[in-house]
């Protein structure tokens, strides 16, 4: 099993462009997250999906949208890159079990906006 | 609302213990988790503990758990090199929390020889 899966792995954006995130995963799990990684702020939650064809806004949505048109993938768009979106973006996938919510990280995609 | 806060930085020498603290705010969280996370890697789980637990061990990691005050720490003995990461602590809630975790800002362990 590859687990969760992200691409690309890096990429440098100009201010104004677009781009789609990837994220795959072969574990059958319902729940999907996206999340940004910036220096001494932790892990920020931007949208998740508890299903497919479904998703919800996280803690930090502004700038982006999701898509999970099929249970696998959880896609993540940014329609116009800007440079506060500089960050390291990561998918994680589970199936929460009695309240233990144990998420599976992908390797994480860092992304430049200049 | 929810808050989870750490310490940022650690530094310890190899073979001596090393205690990560995390404090939180929510008083209704169940689970509460250590992820690692190595540079350029993704976070993966290390240990979790049930709120209803005061400790919990697992090889070199030992995790207590203080509910009243709500404080959350991860001993790791005879640290080596290879531990050198960021350590994220986290909580979730049960029932529509929808799996959702709140993560601290994450502390940088750094063990030298």
């Known amino acids: 099993n590859a687990g969760v899966t992200q691409t690309p792995k890096f990429r440098v954006l100009k201010t104004g462009q677009s781009m789609t995130l990837l994220c795959a995963q072969d574990?059958?799990?319902?729940?999907m997250y996206w999340y940004r990684q910036d220096p001494g702020m932790g892990l920020r939650l931007i949208h998740y999906?508890?299903?497919?064809?479904?998703?919800a806004k996280g803690e930090v949505p502004d700038g982006y949208n999701v898509s999970r048109l099929k249970k696998q993938n959880f896609l993540l768009g940014l329609e116009s890159a800007a440079p506060s979106q500089t960050s390291v973006y990561f998918c994680?996938?589970?199936?929460?079990?009695?309240?233990?919510?144990?998420?599976?990280f992908g390797p994480g995609t860092r992304l430049t906006v200049l | 609302g929810e808050d989870v806060e750490q310490s940022l930085f650690l530094s310890v020498r190899e073979g001596d213990s090393s205690v990560i603290n995390c404090t939180y705010t929510?008083?209704?969280?169940?689970?509460l988790y250590w992820y690692k996370q190595e540079p350029g890697a993704g976070l993966q789980l290390l240990t979790y503990?049930?709120?209803?637990?005061d400790m919990k061990q697992d090889q070199r990691l030992t995790v207590l758990l203080n509910k009243k005050d709500k404080h959350l720490s991860l001993r790791i003995a005879d640290t080596q090199t290879g531990d050198s990461a960021i350590y994220f602590c986290?909580?979730?809630?049960?029932?529509?929390?929808?799996?959702?975790?709140?993560f601290g800002q994450g502390t940088i362990l750094t063990v030298h020889p």
């Open positions: 574990m059958n799990h319902e729940y």
């Open positions: 929510d008083s209704s969280s169940t689970y």
């Open positions: 503990i049930f709120s209803n637990m």
């Open positions: 994680a996938s589970t199936n929460p079990v009695g309240g233990l919510n144990e998420q599976f």
């Open positions: 986290a909580e979730s809630r049960g029932g529509t929390s929808y799996g959702k975790l709140t």
């Open positions: 999906s508890v299903g497919e064809g479904t998703t």
